[in-house]
């Protein structure tokens, strides 16, 4: 007897509450279809061996009444060789039984996990920005788990006590029916108070698991370097600390709890099979005594009683494996049903390479509602919200010539990064449509839209890894030649010069370990690297001395040199430099031309200047020398192409 009676116990019983959608218990069985050939041998096996489980209380009896009585020596003898054999046999088999059914539940482990993963990594960048990380992360780990181990459960346990349940109940019945039922009539007192315990563990399981979700995601948050550089600039860790030691005191005293709990059920079935020996014992006892029955009789019918308690235990409560087997199933379908609202249709188009147009015709815009997106129960909250789309931009039209580049400017909140997302398809336009090269994105191929754009963030992702790996991310077959000629044109080769592993430099955890304006170039690497014909960037805000400066803008000044772009500008160089402004606020267009033009008009445009770039004036050296604003327009004219005019659309 051990915990392995305890694990139905433990389960939550408010999933008997639960209404499975149809169809699950069928969806369950298709996941199990891979197996079948191996279950095929496995369930036969189960039943063999709790056949060869019940044969030794038999030998037993052989033993003493006939060997013992009979004193014949040789039979005995035999007859213990056979019961040995007969041990190891059922070693073996519930060995295999093992090996098989860990197969079978890794197997299933393994096969959802990389079906959810693939799903959700299909899913749009919508559903990132609504869903907790850590909902996610429980949900592929603990559902997954869960719904294995439940379903490993009840092939073997459910089947194979059943079978040996019923077996040793007939032989038990076929012995003597009276001291079987004494001993039987002991079950139901155990199971009442056993049902109050599991009620109890039940509940306290669930609320272990929450807690423990709340403190993963405290660490989550807390631990990422931008969490822990909050927490140390606002002198929060004593805060911190406290609460976070509120949750573990309490994940620590239900877990003493539980611990009583446990021990109090495991006890009392112990316990139960005791006196249940006794009473058998007693009863059987002065039957033998009696003659009405045989010594040996009583000694196979009390070791049948051992056998028996734990596995009826468990089948008391099938009905909850049943259900938490279905329920972890219906989660994870819950996350696979999730259609991607972003999608490639049936046989989308390749956006051709080479040089390239971006149009936006009539766009209007509206971020996705929750409900549109994510799941509600992976989100906290999605309960709290309107579901009202709010719409964000109204009737964009602009095109961009090949080789040209379009700045975005305006203030904070206009639509200027929603307008850079719509290019490589991040969302959909809810109203006219996004041409790359004249196709509308939503009919192109992903995986043509990822080679023709290159993205640059603001905030420039690169994982915890080498500068080289990061670098590799664009082009997994680049020759460190070639990372080192990306590095050249995008001015950050000294750097990794100055850099003790050089290339094989770990950057630190999104990158920490490199000042903003290196980031934003070894970014500018990557995308060299990746050699798109389109580029969408967002200038990094950070003021930049003036050295960096001037190495940042050579750098986009090669970057951008032949590609289509559309630039977010916070630098007075770029506006400078861009063929076309376009000034936007609260998701319109409202102004368009060049920077000349455009601080001549006294409007939107001039006004902005005034406040954010005409400070970055004194830094300014490299561009045009000290020419005023009216000097701008021309500085780009070497690597970029002037000479395409910007086209307004009608
Ligand atoms: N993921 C999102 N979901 C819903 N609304 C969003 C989302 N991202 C931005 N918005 C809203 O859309 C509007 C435009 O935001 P956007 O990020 O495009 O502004 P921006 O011009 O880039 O501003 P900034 O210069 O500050 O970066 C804002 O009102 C913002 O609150
Ligand atoms: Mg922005």
Redesign the pocket.
Known sequence: MGWAGMRSFRQDRSVLQHRIKPGTTKRMLRFAVPYRKILAVFLPVVVLDAVVGAINPLILRAIIDKGISGKNTELIVGLAILAAVVAIVDAGLSLFERRVSALVGEGLIYDMRSKVFRHIQRMPLAFFTRTQTGALVSRLNNDVIGAQQAFTDLLSNVVGNFVSVIIVLILMFWLSWQITLVALILLPIFLIPARFVGRKLGAMTRESYNLNAEMNMVMNERFNVSGAMLVKLFGRPEAEATSFEDKAARVRDIGIAQALYARLFLVALTLTAALATAFAYGFGGVAAVHGEIQVGTLVALTAYLARLYQPLTQLSNVNLDVMTTLVSFERVFEVLDLVPMIDERPDPVELPRGPATIEFDHVDFAYPSAEDVSLASLEAVAQLEQAERVPVLHDVSFRIEPGQLVALVGPSGAG??TISSLVPRLYDVTGGAVRIDGVDVRDASMASIQDVIGVVT?DPHLFHASLAENLRYARPEATDNELVAALVRAQIDHLVGALPDGLETVVGERGYRLSGGEKQRVALARLILKAPDVVVL?EATAHLDSESEAAVQEALRLTLAGRTSLV?AHRLSTVREADRLLVIEDGRIVEEGTHRELLARGGLYAELYRTQFADQEDDDAPTGGHGGPSAGGNGRAAAFTPDVPATPTP
């Open positions: 200027k990064t603001q967002d977010i």
